[in-house]
T-cell receptor, first 113, second 116 residues
Framework: SQQGEEDPQALSIQEGENATMNCSYKTSINNLQWYRQNSGRGLVHLILIRSNEREKHSGRLRVTLDTSKKSSSLLITASRAADTASYFCATDARDNYGQNFVFGPGTRLSVLP | EPEVTQTPSHQVTQMGQEVILRCVPISNHLYFYWYRQILGQKVEFLVSFYNNEISEKSEIFDDQFSVERPDGSNFTLKIRSTKLEDSAMYFC??????????????FGPGTRLTVL
């Protein structure tokens, strides 16, 4: 089964608007993390939310986690053109000894000036 | 701030050649990983490494792949005989702790491998 499926696949908004991206997963997890990737570049860790947490904030970022629905959302408030990037959620399965991450396909966010 | 580094940033090779991708994880980290990302696709797990041995590997990580920690700082991924479909961005990552609840992985900037 696939973990970390994000939706929408692509999102285009105007600068100043809020952007919401969702992630669903299938197995029990220890935590869920969101990463950002500018085109052709590396992965930048944004935020980690533990399985016993429901909401977390970091600057303009707000992440929620609903373990009963196996879903998470990433909200970017007051978006800027510089937020244009792909955003990935990554999960680790609870019984995964190697504790590797499973990434979703990502949401491509375009913030138009 | 400590970071994971990778070299080279871009590697071009001919099909059938061997390549070695190098990573220097954060110095006190215990777990090391390789992931790859084919252009436009999602990041896929290849292998994890702990205590000088592979702890888990994916189906992608076949006999053509190997990993090594030749010294106290480097972590390498070798592809013995590259194929066109090995063209991708390869990311190294490392993690400090063993406890699962807080296992933030720190990623390197990636090596773009192009197989011609």
């Amino acid at each position: 089964s696939q973990q970390g499926e994000e939706d929408p696949q692509a999102l285009s908004i105007q600068e100043g608007e809020n952007a919401t991206m969702n992630c669903s997963y299938k197995t029990s997890i220890n935590n869920l993390q969101w990463y950002r990737q500018n085109s052709g570049r590396g992965l930048v860790h944004l935020i980690l939310i533990r399985s016993n947490e429901r909401e977390k904030h970091s600057g303009r970022l707000r992440v929620t986690l609903d373990t009963s629905k196996k879903s998470s959302s990433l909200l970017i408030t007051a978006s800027r053109a510089a937020d244009t990037a792909s955003y990935f959620c990554a999960t680790d399965a609870r019984d995964n000894y190697g504790q590797n991450f499973v990434f979703g396909p990502g949401t491509r966010l375009s913030v138009l000036p | 701030e400590p970071e994971v580094t990778q070299t080279p940033s871009h590697q071009v090779t001919q099909m059938g050649q061997e390549v070695i991708l190098r990573c220097v994880p954060i110095s006190n980290h215990l777990y090391f990983y390789w992931y790859r990302q084919i252009l436009g696709q999602k990041v896929e797990f290849l292998v994890s490494f702990y205590n000088n041995e592979i702890s888990e590997k994916s189906e992608i990580f076949d006999d053509q792949f190997s990993v090594e920690r030749p010294d106290g700082s480097n972590f390498t991924l070798k592809i013995r005989s590259t194929k066109l479909e090995d063209s991708a961005m390869y990311f190294c990552a490392s993690r400090l702790v063993h406890e699962r609840i807080d296992n933030e992985q720190f990623f390197g900037p990636g090596t773009r491998l192009t197989v011609l």
